[in-house]
């Protein structure tokens, strides 16, 4: 029951601080420029009918990763940024003291934070990823594939980020913790690139460079594999766009995000529990 | 025999090479107002965390309420009020106490009720529903009392509750500690404003880098006397005889001596009230004159300074 309480109070604090706020406008701004953009894009293509439809739907199946793309990024950016003072500001403000003295466990504290930020971050993705969606249905009657697949993974990828940061937060101070899972993103973005282009050269040794870096943060990854089932195989196996990933990862991978959220989790339980508050 | 509610054996806090406290070993009985003394950095607030299971001891062990420190269903008959009065600033005020009331595992109604109730206590039922951001420090350290009794604790546990208050303030706190005391709850006061401790206490120990290094009870004879005196010219003898019954302070020796006058002057200190009559009687039996007798409780504040020793520099 606590934990409930708890996430009630985390949405609650989400709502009225100005954090959230500033995520929604950017989110707007994103969905308004991505819809313009495409609405003139479609208006100069239809005018001058150079695209058949094959050309058409690969085109509109891009498009559509792309802002899937930059609605992830901004979602990244939210699953660090919300939850990333909400135990290293409480403790160093002393506002934890009252919480903690009630008869509730620690540990409840971190799971009611953690499900209270979460579902903030998987409304604020299920906005702009529907966003998208519905710009791109609206204007361009275009609908990609393997949604019901890929949108879950990119869910993860938030999660795993997520979860890093109010981890982190039950033993190191806000900015530390900022930079840290930042960093950890940063990584797993350069591994993937230094993964795909040691794929394409057949470079044995730069793959796994970049498999160990999807291991230590398997967030990039995730998105490799969300993008991978949002595309129909053709595309893919073109490795066409530059949202075809070359090197996929597997599935083996899932598994990985999901132990690495519960493995995150309980080091901040334990961490939060042993803090001295 | 009182029931201890509060007990402690040899708790430790050590902070890396620094040691908090060194070696605290206490009990508190239910009903007191336990006031715990010390200087800035004598490791009170540590201490405090200690009790509430905020901070796990390095050493030691301790109960409260009969349970081990920490246990969960016993926090539930605790209440507190942490220094500086920090909360979530972005709820209202009544929004807070509801928030500790389903914390607390009240019941909605119950908890509504009882925050009223306290709202109205501590006088904050016009700006109960403002955010707790735009409340003064004295607005803060209210609600940050209505919602330390919120839970109507058995024990209740308030960390320098007046700090950097204005008069108003610290008369609340002292109207609430008095309410509780005649309630029977226990009261655990982190405090160095010697005066408020003084108002308010029953019990108090002095803490120093750490340890209890002296443990007393407030306005009861323990706490000794200063006897002024000033009467005729003091033979040797009469002298001697009075310095047995007390601890002389100030012998009168730094007087002016050439003014002519021939009466003595002396300050003592003494233990317990019935010496004063004796001091009284010495003189008279020996035919000197008295012409004054003043008797002044020793204040804490005389206390304080006597404990902590003449090395003790501000924190």
């Known amino acids: 029951m606590s934990i409930g309480t708890i996430a009630r109070l985390t949405l609650h604090e989400a709502l009225r601080r100005r954090i959230l706020t500033a995520a929604l406008i950017a989110g707007a701004a994103f969905l308004a420029l991505y819809g313009l953009g495409l609405h003139l894009i479609l208006k100069e293509s239809s005018t001058r009918g150079n695209m058949n439809l094959i050309e058409r739907r690969i085109f509109l199946n891009v498009?559509?990763?792309?802002?899937?793309?930059?609605?992830s990024l901004l979602t990244v950016m939210t699953a660090v940024l919300l939850p990333v003072d909400t135990l290293s500001g409480e403790i160093s403000s002393g506002v934890i003291q009252t919480l903690?003295?009630?008869?509730?466990?620690?540990?409840?504290?971190?799971?009611?934070?953690?499900?209270?930020?979460?579902?903030?971050m998987c409304g604020y993705f299920l906005l702009l990823a529907g966003g998208v969606l519905t710009l791109m249905s609206t204007l361009a009657h275009f609908t990609p594939p393997g949604i019901a697949r890929g949108l879950p993974l990119v869910l993860l990828e938030g999660t795993v980020l997520l979860t890093v940061s109010i981890a982190g937060g039950a033993r190191l101070s806000t900015v530390t913790n900022g930079m840290l899972a930042f960093g950890l993103f940063g990584l797993a973005f350069i591994g993937n690139w230094v993964e795909q282009i040691g794929t394409m050269a057949g470079n044995e040794a730069a793959r796994q460079v970049g498999t160990a870096a999807s291991l230590i943060m398997p967030g990039e990854a995730l998105w490799q594999l969300a993008a991978s089932q949002m595309q129909p195989s053709i595309l893919r196996d073109l490795g066409a766009s530059p949202f075809s990933p070359v090197s996929v990862p597997t599935t083996a991978m899932v598994v990985w995000a999901g132990a690495y959220v519960v493995a995150a989790l309980a080091l901040g339980i334990r961490w939060f529990g042993r803090r001295a508050l | 025999m009182t029931e201890n509610v509060i007990e402690t054996h040899g708790l430790r806090k050590q902070f890396g090479a620094k040691t908090a406290v060194e070696n605290l070993s206490l009990a508190v009985r239910r009903g007191e107002v336990f006031g715990f003394l010390g200087p800035n950095g004598a490791g009170k607030t540590t201490a405090i965390k200690m009790l509430l299971a905020l901070v796990a001891p390095t050493a030691?062990?301790?109960?409260?309420l009969g349970a081990p420190l920490g246990h969960r269903g016993t926090r539930a008959r605790l209440g507190f009020l942490p220094e500086h009065f920090r909360f979530q600033d972005w709820l209202t005020g009544r929004e807070l106490l509801h928030l500790h009331a389903r914390l607390l595992g009240l019941s909605a109604i119950e908890g509504r009720t009882r925050a009223d109730t306290l709202l109205a206590r501590v006088d904050l039922l016009d700006a109960a529903d403002r955010l707790i951001r735009t409340y003064s420090k004295g607005m803060m350290q209210r609600v940050g009392l209505a919602q330390a009794l919120l839970g109507d604790p058995e024990v209740v546990f308030l960390d320098e509750p007046t700090s950097g208050l204005d008069p108003l303030g610290?008369?609340?706190?002292?109207?609430?500690?008095?309410?509780?005391?005649?309630?029977?709850?226990?009261?655990?006061?982190?405090?160095h404003l010697l005066g408020e401790v003084e108002a308010t206490c029953s019990r108090v120990v002095f803490v120093k880098e750490g340890r209890v290094i002296h443990d007393m009870r407030v306005g009861e004879a323990t706490g000794g006397f200063e006897v002024g005196i000033r009467s005729g010219t003091l033979t040797g003898e009469a002298r001697t005889a009075i310095a047995r019954l007390g601890r002389v302070l100030d012998d009168g020796a730094s007087s002016p001596a050439d003014s002519g006058d021939s009466r003595a002057s002396l300050r003592i200190a003494v233990e317990v009230e019935d010496?004063?009559?004796?001091?009284?009687?010495?003189?008279?039996?020996?035919?000197?004159?008295?012409?004054?007798?003043?008797?002044?409780?020793?204040?804490?504040?005389?206390?304080?300074?006597?404990?902590?020793?003449?090395?003790?520099?501000?924190g």
């Open chain 1, 100 to 120: 903690a003295v009630r008869p509730i466990r620690r540990r409840d504290i971190v799971l009611g934070k953690w499900l209270g930020h979460w579902t903030v």
């Open chain 2, 275 to 314: 010496r004063i009559p004796e001091i009284a009687r010495t003189l008279v039996e020996r035919g000197i004159p008295v012409y004054e007798i003043r008797v002044q409780r020793k204040s804490l504040e005389t206390w304080f300074l006597d404990v902590m020793g003449e090395d003790q520099r501000p």
């Open chain 2, 60 to 64: 030691g062990t301790g109960r409260v």
């Open chain 1, 63 to 71: 498009m559509t990763l792309a802002g899937l793309y930059a609605a």
């Open chain 2, 170 to 191: 610290r008369f609340l706190v002292r109207d609430v500690i008095r309410a509780l005391r005649d309630r029977g709850t226990t009261v655990f006061l982190n405090s």
